[in-house]
C-alpha cells in the first residue's frame, strides 16, 4: 500500500523538474512557434476578415499590424487611407502558454511516443492560432463599433470612423467571449486534456492511486 502514494508523489516531483526544464527550454522554442503563428495568420486572416485586395498582416517590434484596407471618414465624409489595427506580442505569447505544461506532462508520462507528442504539439498549435484569430477578431469588431471591450477596458474604438457599418452586437460579444476563453482558459485547460487523451493509461493509474489514498 506504500508504493502507492509513492507513485503519486513521484509523479509530482517528476512533473515539477520537468516543467523547471521546460520552461529552461521555452525561451528557445517560442521564437519558433511565434513565426509559425505569424506565417499562417499572414496566409489565412486576410481572406478571413477582409475584401479588400490590399488587407495584409506584417510585424513590428512589439505588435502584429493589421492593414485591414477598411477606409477611414474625414470631418467632411469623404473616405481616405486604410485603417490600421494592433494587437500586441505580450497577447499573442499567452497563447503559445501551455506548451511548457504539455511538454512537462508528456516527458514523465510512461507513454512518450514521437507520434503522441507530435499529435499533441500539433493540436495544441491550432489552438493557440485559433485563439490567435478570437483576439484579432474582437480587435477588428471593436474597431468597427462603438463599445469598450467588456472583457478588456484597454481595448477601445479608436478615435476615428469607419466608412462601413459596425459590427452587429452578436459578434462583439461572441468575439469578446473567444477572446476571454483564448486568453484566460484555453493555454492552462488545453495541454492537460490533450494529456488527459494522449496518455489515458496514465491518467487512469494516478486516478486509482488517489482513490485508494482517500479510501485508506
Known amino acids: 500500500m506504500r508504493q502507492q502514494p509513492e507513485r503519486l508523489s513521484s509523479f509530482v516531483l517528476k512533473l515539477v523538474l520537468a516543467l523547471v526544464l521546460a520552461f529552461v527550454a521555452w525561451a528557445y522554442v ?3 512557434l511565434m513565426t509559425g503563428l505569424f506565417a499562417l495568420s499572414q496566409a489565412l486572416w486576410p481572406t478571413m476578415f477582409f475584401d479588400s485586395p490590399g488587407a495584409h498582416l506584417s510585424l513590428q517590434a512589439e505588435a502584429w499590424r493589421l492593414h485591414t484596407g477598411w477606409p477611414l471618414l474625414t470631418a467632411s465624409g469623404q473616405p481616405t487611407r486604410a485603417a ?6 505580450r497577447t499573442i505569447r ?4 501551455g506548451f511548457p505544461l504539455l511538454a512537462a506532462l508528456l516527458a514523465v508520462s510512461s507513454a512518450r511516443r514521437p ?3 507530435a499529435i499533441g504539439a500539433s493540436l495544441l498549435f491550432a489552438a493557440a492560432w485559433l485563439s490567435t484569430t478570437a483576439i484579432a477578431w474582437h480587435t477588428l469588431v471593436i474597431m468597427r463599433g462603438t463599445e469598450v471591450s467588456f472583457i478588456d477596458a484597454s481595448d477601445v474604438p479608436p478615435p476615428f470612423r469607419l466608412a462601413m457599418a459596425a459590427a452587429p452586437h452578436w459578434q ?4 469578446g ?5 483564448a486568453v484566460l482558459t484555453i493555454p492552462f485547460v488545453a495541454p492537460v486534456l490533450l494529456w488527459a487523451a494522449l496518455c489515458r493509461r496514465e ?3 494516478l486516478l486509482q492511486t488517489v482513490r485508494r489514498k482517500r479510501n485508506r
Not at 490600421?84 to 506580442?89: K, N, P, R, W
Open 30 to 32: 517560442e521564437p519558433f
Open 84 to 89: 490600421l489595427a494592433m494587437i500586441e506580442l
Open 94 to 97: 499567452r497563447t503559445l502558454g
Open 115 to 117: 507520434g503522441r507528442i
Open 172 to 175: 462583439y460579444y461572441l468575439s
Open 177 to 181: 467571449y473567444l477572446k476571454y476563453l
Open 203 to 205: 491518467v487512469m493509474g
